[in-house]
């Protein structure tokens, strides 16, 4: 773990990008919280279970092991009670703790992780932020914008972006402005164009989404000068940053077609913790960055645990939004979670077990475009992914078949589903009223992150056989 000097910069005044959230207050019960503890309290007070009354005596699960010669699998055990002489975050996790009401950031050995972590991986340049449990990256977006939107806002995101940041900009009624993306990602060109010649009559968009790293659903990992650029022009128009970054622990080694491929990787060779790309957060000196890290892609999606980082002045809106909706993940998930990553693996054993991670990701990505090159070859154009698990097909269709009448992805989609293959259509990844307007866009969107390894050949088999039948290749 590196230690960093603490930056002694504040962040700016940002209050005013506050949106609906700035309706949000304390609910009056939590505001009592701080008498609870005090030496000698007897409390009447809180509407909180008696322990005893948990169906649950401790937990024990199994996880795997990081000793390559020991056995697979080792037990992981949650006491009833925390141990005498446990610290406050160590005791936290116990069962008559982590099943308990609490504060809304989450139990105080989760909170303690996720703000080392954070420390020791982005050195947020600004000494004011801090972490607040997420019930993973979905909830923190939602949260996102319920903070910073309102009802007629826009919100800039990429051309292609992850469905339900669409979806949920709409239930706010927020409508969301596509920007171009190239081969590394959101182009600060067109985003100065659009910031630039926005209509006087409309309020300016204060907002930002962004998978920069692994994107859904292009795979595109946006390299440091970009993130750069997009963070100036976020610095000029004073825009929030929403940085979703589920992918941002599954980066691994370049892909190398297989007749280059000498010595074979193995874990170590992959980034682990330490060679990972700087984050946005690792850039934001004003605090105007809201970072989304989830345990969805590196633990499990079921746990529904995450974190979110931003700048002090906005935690206590979101922890309120947190007391009217989630709480906080569920306390078994992050009892579990913050076990496993402080006191069984720590930082170290963590990183190890990423490693391995990241090596199986990298032999997926490779063992799947190494099928690809044998039998898409003139049928596509894609950009290899060194991160996370998608591969974004950009379909050489004959120029007729794009005509205005024809509906060449639907028909790619009903071939697919005869064919026994199945991908995800571009233009589901276009924003509201692109949906319909890039309906007939020709991309395709295949995760390699599911299907058994040994089934690749025929999947992309099956896919190369569809897309022959409809002229691909052939114009
Ligand atoms: N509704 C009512 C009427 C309550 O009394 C409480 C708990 N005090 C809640 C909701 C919160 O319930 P939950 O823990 O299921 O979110
Ligand atoms: N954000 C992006 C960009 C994703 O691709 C996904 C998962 O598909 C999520 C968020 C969902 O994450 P979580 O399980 O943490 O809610």
Not at 33 to 48: I, K, R, T, V
Not at 223 to 245: K, T
Request: some cysteine; glycine content about 8%; proline content about 8%.
């Amino acid at each position: 773990v590196t230690q960093a000097v603490a930056p002694e910069r504040k962040a700016l005044n940002l209050l005013s990008l506050l949106g609906d959230a700035a309706r949000r207050t304390q609910t009056p019960i939590k505001t009592l919280y701080p008498y609870f503890n005090l030496p000698g309290m007897l409390s009447l007070a809180a509407g909180q279970p008696h322990p005893d009354t948990f169906a649950i005596r401790s937990l024990t699960v199994t996880v795997p092991s990081l000793d390559d010669d020991g056995p697979a699998e080792v037990p992981l055990t949650i006491p009833f009670e925390p141990a005498t002489g446990a610290t406050p975050a160590e005791a936290s996790v116990a069962v008559t703790r982590s099943m308990q009401y609490g504060t809304t950031r989450g139990i105080t050995g989760y909170q303690a992780f996720a703000r080392a972590h954070t420390a020791a991986l982005h050195h947020p340049p600004y000494a004011d932020w801090d972490v607040i449990a997420t019930v993973g990256n979905t909830d923190g977006l939602a949260k996102c914008l319920g903070l910073i939107g309102s009802g007629g806002d826009s919100l800039l995101l990429d051309e292609w972006t992850y469905p339900a940041a669409v979806d949920t900009a709409t239930s706010h009624n927020i409508s969301t402005v596509p920007i171009r993306m190239d081969r590394d990602g959101m182009c600060p060109t067109d985003l100065e164009r659009v910031l630039t010649t926005w209509p006087a009559d409309r309020s300016r968009p204060k907002m930002m989404y962004l998978v920069p790293t692994g994107q859904n659903p292009t795979g595109v990992t946006m390299p440091i000068e970009r993130r750069r650029a997009i963070y100036a022009l976020a610095q000029r128009f004073n825009v929030m940053i929403f940085e979703d970054d589920p992918y941002y622990y599954l980066q691994y080694a370049a892909y190398q077609p297989p007749t280059e491929r000498r010595t074979p990787l193995t874990a170590g060779d992959q980034p682990g913790l330490s060679g990972l790309i700087p984050s946005f957060l690792a850039l934001d000196v004003d605090g105007r960055v809201i970072r989304l890290d989830s345990f969805s892609k590196t633990l499990g999606p079921g746990f529904r645990t995450g974190w979110l980082t931003a700048s002090k002045q906005f935690l206590p809106y979101i922890e309120y939004h947190h007391e009217t909706t989630t709480q906080q993940p569920a306390g078994p998930a992050q009892a579990i979670v913050t076990e496993l990553l402080t006191r069984h693996w720590g930082h170290d054993g963590f990183a190890r077990y990423l490693r391995r991670l990241q090596h199986g990701y990298y032999e997926r990505r490779n063992r799947f475009l190494d099928t690809v090159g044998r039998h898409l070859d003139g049928l596509v154009d894609y950009v290899v992914p060194d991160a996370g698990m998608f591969v974004w097909f950009r379909l050489r269709l004959p120029a007729g078949v794009t005509g205005a009448d024809d509906q060449p992805m639907q028909s790619l989609l009903q071939g697919l589903v005869a064919a026994k293959v199945i991908a995800i259509p571009g233009y589901l990844f276009a924003g509201q009223i692109d949906r319909a307007a890039r309906s007939n866009e020709p991309y395709l969107r295949a995760a390699f992150s599911i299907t058994n390894p040994d089934d690749f050949e025929p999947a992309v088999e099956r896919l190369a056989g569809v897309l022959r039948a409809m002229g691909c290749g052939s114009g």
